[in-house]
C-alpha cells in the first residue's frame, strides 16, 4: 500500500473500460466480426444485433470514443477526464512529451468490405488541414499506425516495385488508357534511364488516374472487368491484371476509380502475428480480415477512392510518398522482450505507441503483467483469470474482451482461470 493511503480508499490506478465500437458499413457482420465476440464475450448482458456490422472497438480517449470508467469510486466518467485530473498515470516521460494526453488509440478492427483508398498526414499537413477544412480534419495531429494481424488479413499498401506497375501498364490496356500514353511512357524510359526520376513520373501517372473524368474512368473500368470475367469464365489465368481482386473491389464499388489503384500499390498479405506500420504519407487500403491496429491519437484520413464519404484528390496526390518498394518493406518485424519469453514487442519507428503480444502458455498458471514507465491499455484476446493490483482495491476478472487501463508504473497479477493459457495484447509507450 502506498504512503498516506488508508485501507479500501487506496489510490485506483488500475481499472476496466468499457470500450466504444463504431458500426461502420465496411465492418464483418455480427457472427464473423472479432469485434462482436470480444463485446459479447465481456458485456453478456448486451445484445448482440446480428444483422449490424462490428467494424472497431476504440480503447483510449479521443473525442470520438473516449472509455468509459467502469469502477463507480472513481468519480469521473471517462478516461480522458481522468488522464486529464491525473497526469502523473502516463509515467513522466510520457506526460512531458505528450502534454499530459495518452499519445495513442488502441482499436480492434473487423474489415469485411475494403477501406477507402487514403493516407494519414505528417504533423505539419494536419496542422494546416484541421485550420483550413475543420469539418473533414477533425484534429491536428499526425497519424502513423500499425496493424497486427489476428486472422489472414490483405491489405493495399505503399507502391509497388516500379517494373510491377510498368508490367500492368504493358498487359492492362484499360489501365494504360486512363494514365494515358505521354505519362505511362515518361515512367517506362524513368526505369531505363533515369532512377531519380522514378517518383516524379509515379507521381504524374498516379494523379493522372485519380484527376481522370468520371465517364472516362467508368468506361475503361467496364470494359476492363468485361474483359477479365469472359477470360475467367474460359478458365483462363486472369492474375497477370489481377483479375480475382479486381473483380472483388468492382462488385463493393462498381465503377470507383480505387479499382485501378490495386495496379499501382503492393497486396500485402499477413498471416496471425505479422505487422504492418503505415508512416505519414503512405497509401493504404485495408481490404479484409481481423486485426490489432494501434495509432497516434488522431482520426485525420485523406481519402479518394473505393469510399462514399469526402474524397480529397488533391490533397492526396500532393501528400503521397512516391517511392516504390516491394511489400515485405512494409512489414515491422517483431522482437522476443528479453525479459519475459511470454512477450513479444512491436516497436514502430516513431514514439508515440508500441503493442506487447503477452502469450501465456497453459503451464503458467500466475502470471505477472510487469509495471513499465507509462500508462497502457491491456486487451484480453483469449482465455481468462482474475487479476490484482496494489493499484486496484478488488479482484478483476478477466476474460476475452476485458480493457484495463494500466497506470505508469503500476502491474498486475493474473492468477489464470482456464487451462489453455491467455493472449493478450497490451499498447503503450516505450520512451
Request: proline share 7%; with cysteine.
Amino acid at each position: 500500500m502506498r504512503p498516506g493511503s488508508f485501507g479500501a480508499m487506496a489510490e485506483l490506478r488500475v481499472f476496466p473500460l468499457a470500450c466504444v465500437v463504431q458500426n461502420y458499413a465496411w465492418g464483418k457482420l455480427a457472427r464473423d466480426s472479432e469485434v462482436a465476440r470480444l463485446l459479447a464475450s465481456s458485456e453478456p448482458i448486451l445484445r448482440i444485433e446480428l444483422d449490424k456490422p462490428y467494424a472497431e472497438l476504440w480503447m483510449g480517449t479521443h473525442p470520438k470514443g473516449d472509455s468509459l470508467i467502469l469502477d463507480n469510486r472513481i468519480s469521473q466518467k471517462t478516461l480522458g477526464q481522468w488522464i486529464a485530473e491525473n497526469p502523473g498515470c502516463l509515467g513522466s516521460k510520457v506526460k512531458e512529451m505528450f502534454n499530459g494526453q495518452l499519445p495513442f488509440l488502441f482499436k480492434v478492427l473487423s474489415v469485411n468490405t475494403a477501406l477507402s483508398i487514403q493516407a494519414h498526414p505528417n504533423k505539419e499537413l494536419a496542422v494546416k488541414l484541421h485550420t483550413q477544412y475543420p469539418e473533414h480534419y477533425p484534429d491536428a495531429n499526425h497519424k502513423p499506425e500499425m496493424a497486427i494481424a489476428l486472422t489472414s488479413f490483405d491489405g493495399l499498401c505503399g507502391f509497388r516495385p516500379v517494373e510491377e506497375i510498368v508490367a500492368f501498364l504493358q498487359k492492362v490496356p484499360e489501365f494504360r488508357a486512363l494514365i494515358g500514353n505521354v505519362a505511362a511512357e515518361q515512367l517506362e524510359r524513368s526505369v531505363a534511364d533515369d532512377p531519380r526520376g522514378v517518383s516524379a513520373a509515379l507521381r504524374v501517372c498516379f494523379t493522372r488516374m485519380m484527376k481522370s473524368e468520371k465517364k472516362v474512368c467508368a468506361e475503361q473500368l467496364n470494359l476492363l472487368v468485361k474483359r477479365i470475367t469472359q477470360k475467367a469464365a474460359l478458365g483462363e489465368d486472369t492474375s497477370a491484371s489481377c483479375g480475382d481482386l479486381l473483380l472483388k473491389l468492382h462488385s463493393q464499388f462498381p465503377g470507383d476509380i480505387g479499382c485501378f489503384a490495386i495496379y499501382f500499390l503492393n497486396l500485402v498479405k499477413m498471416e496471425p502475428g505479422d505487422c504492418m506500420f503505415l508512416g505519414a504519407n503512405e497509401p493504404h487500403a485495408y481490404l479484409h480480415g481481423d486485426c490489432i491496429e494501434c495509432m497516434a491519437c488522431s482520426d485525420n484520413t485523406v481519402r479518394a477512392g473505393l469510399t462514399p464519404k469526402f474524397i480529397d484528390v488533391l490533397t492526396l496526390c500532393e501528400m503521397l510518398n512516391y517511392t516504390p518498394a516491394p511489400p515485405s518493406s512494409k512489414l515491422l518485424i517483431p522482437t522476443q522482450s528479453r525479459l519475459d519469453p511470454c512477450v513479444t514487442i512491436y516497436d514502430p519507428p516513431i514514439p508515440d505507441f508500441a503493442v506487447m503480444k503477452i502469450q501465456i502458455p497453459s503451464t503458467v498458471k500466475l502470471y505477472l503483467v510487469s509495471a513499465i514507465d507509462s500508462a497502457s491499455i491491456l486487451l484480453v484476446l483469449k482465455g481468462a483469470a482474475v487479476g490484482t493490483s496494489t493499484a486496484a482495491t478488488s479482484e478483476m476478472t478477466l476474460r476475452p474482451g476485458t480493457v484495463l487501463f494500466i497506470s505508469a508504473n503500476e502491474s498486475v497479477s493474473l492468477r489464470l482461470s482456464v487451462p489453455e493459457g491467455m493472449l493478450l495484447f497490451r499498447a503503450c509507450c516505450l520512451l
